[in-house]
């Protein structure tokens, strides 16, 4: 399978399962729910970094090891060793069979399956790179952080050829900082709480598009109180409102939206337009 994230978000409108698709005795972040997002017809999986104690990277969502695990100590403070000794509970808080799944094992799970969104990125600089080049998989991966200039040089001397994006709320004064940056630089994660801001309008978009830039938008809700996407979320379009939940991200023309319901998603917009925008 041949990866170029450009030519295919501006394409077709691609999904990006928010840590697989999870739910029922299935954890996030694990390579089953991996699977699922996958069969759900997800074209991208985003994946949080956890390094051990010992600098080992896993798949883990730092600071959630109470929510998941039932315990109060953190990853980093524990050897590779204990952490493979961890088992997730589901959403029941039962104990489960699922170990913590490490980053190179999920590597070899999706090499050449689906573009891979590799989440808390701007913690482990060196660590994730260079796994990432271990598995020789620079064309399948996505990488974002905050509008900072330290970490561009950092990408400019160690990854310029690895797709990267960096996460701006309701207005874009980087891009073209970072456009001058001898790095691959993609576009942007958009965040916004109303929609009468610059990065929220379709003329934005379309101007990022022409530049061959993309735009990521989210339609999540890990805290109600944290508006992504100025209400436009999972929560409305699975709660009876898909139009107002997923149609106007659609309409906007937003080249990549993370969800944490793919299939519904991938449904409604065969529905809406045939395959995402091709």
């Known amino acids: 399978m041949k990866f170029s994230l450009r030519e295919d978000a501006l394409s077709r409108t691609l999904i990006a399962a928010h840590r697989g698709t999870w739910g029922g005795n299935i954890m996030c972040n694990t390579p089953q729910a991996f699977e699922c997002a996958l069969m759900q017809g997800a074209d991208m999986i985003e994946l949080d970094l956890t390094p051990s104690a010992d600098g080992e990277l896993f798949v883990f969502h730092p600071g959630m090891e109470k929510v998941f695990l039932g315990t109060q ?7 590779s060793s204990e952490v493979r000794k961890l088992r997730y509970l ?25 573009y891979i969104n ?45 797709n990267y994006m960096a996460i701006l709320r309701e207005k874009d004064e980087f891009t073209p900082i ?67 939940g997923w149609g106007w991200l659609l309409k906007q023309g937003y080249n990549i939206i993370q969800t944490d319901f793919p299939q519904m998603l991938r449904q409604y917009m065969e529905a809406f337009h045939g395959k995402g925008r091709g």
């Open 73 to 79: 100590t953190r990853l980093e403070t524990l050897p």
């Open 90 to 114: 589901n959403v029941d808080k039962a104990v489960t069979e699922w170990p913590i799944c490490p980053f190179d094992d999920a590597l070899e799970q999706l090499k050449g399956r689906c």
């Open 118 to 162: 590799v989440d808390k990125f701007w913690d482990n600089l060196a660590g994730a790179t260079e796994a990432v080049r271990r598995h020789r998989m620079e064309e399948q991966v996505l990488v974002k952080t905050g509008p900072r200039e330290d970490v561009l040089d950092w990408m400019e001397q160690n990854a310029p050829d690895i």
């Open 178 to 244: 970072a456009r001058r940056r001898k790095i691959n630089y993609v576009g942007v994660e958009a965040l916004f709480a109303t929609e009468d801001v610059p990065i929220a309008s379709p003329e934005y978009v379309r101007s990022m598009n022409r530049q061959g830039m993309l735009v990521w938008i989210n339609t999540i809700v890990y805290n109600y109180k944290a508006v992504l996407a100025a209400g436009h979320s999972d929560d409305t379009a699975v709660s009876g409102d898909p139009d107002t």
